[in-house]
């Protein structure tokens, strides 16, 4: 079935620096990307999303970007906090199915 | 504002026991409603689609069925319960038409199957 590829599968940061997580698809009628943050034992919650009809996306230390062309999205958390550590998902949707991505675990040391 | 609930919060059920998941959506008419499925560790995984009452759309084939008896209820079930049936079952919801919006999950039921 498709698939979406993220990596890395693991992230190791110090506070206060940045964080990139990349996504790559398959599926070109794939037209929202949003990304989800689930903290251990809870559902995931949307932190930030794009549509195709962008490329990039701000929002509160968050920064996602869009290349279509290379079917690759990825999310930049900058000033990383402790807070942050989690599991994230990106994931594709094209119409009412959804395509997630294998998740990344963000670690941020003090 | 809109509230998403699952019933149960937890389950541990016998193999080849039966099993019934519920959700429901409060304050919101017409949503579009999804069940997902994550396994221990694991990513999430698409089991069924909703967009009106009485229709519901397969993702993937897990020995899983799905209902939608009410506009804002969903339900999940299966007859014979298998080891791989264990993990975290998610409702999740969105607004709109044609989808591709965001959706909301609910808190989930741990379902563990012995």
């Known amino acids: 079935g498709e698939q979406v590829e993220q990596l890395p599968s693991i992230l190791r940061v110090q506070e206060g620096s940045s964080a990139s997580i990349n996504c790559t698809y398959e599926?070109?009628?794939?037209?929202?990307f949003p990304w989800y943050k689930q903290e251990p034992g809870e559902n995931p919650k949307l932190i930030i999303d794009?549509?195709?009809?962008?490329e990039r996306k701000q929002t509160q230390g968050l920064i996602v970007l869009l290349d279509k062309k290379a079917k690759r999205f990825s999310l930049h958390i900058t000033d990383t906090q402790p807070g942050d550590s989690a599991m994230y998902f990106c994931?594709?949707?094209?119409?009412?199915?959804?395509?997630f991505g294998s998740g990344t675990r963000l670690l941020v040391s003090p | 504002a809109q509230t998403i609930h699952q019933w149960p919060v937890a389950e541990i059920k016998a193999v080849g026991s039966p099993l019934s998941l519920g959700c429901t959506i409060k304050?919101?008419?017409?949503?579009?409603l999804y069940w997902y499925w994550q396994a221990t560790g694991g990513t999430l995984q698409q089991l069924f689609y909703?967009?009106?009452?009485?229709?519901v759309e397969s993702v993937v084939q897990l020995n899983l069925s799905a209902s939608r008896p009410k506009d804002d209820q969903f339900i999940l079930s299966t007859e014979k319960l298998l080891l791989s049936h264990s993990g975290f079952y998610l409702c999740?919801?969105?607004?709109?038409?044609?989808?591709?919006?965001?959706?909301?999950f609910g808190p989930g039921t741990r379902l563990t199957v012995l």
């Open positions: 999740a919801w969105s607004p709109g038409t044609g989808g591709s919006y965001e959706q909301y």
């Open positions: 599926n070109s009628a794939s037209n929202y």
């Open positions: 794009i549509r195709s009809n962008m």
């Open positions: 994931a594709t949707t094209g119409g009412y199915k959804v395509v």
């Open positions: 304050g919101k008419s017409s949503p579009n």
């Open positions: 909703s967009i009106t009452v009485g229709q």
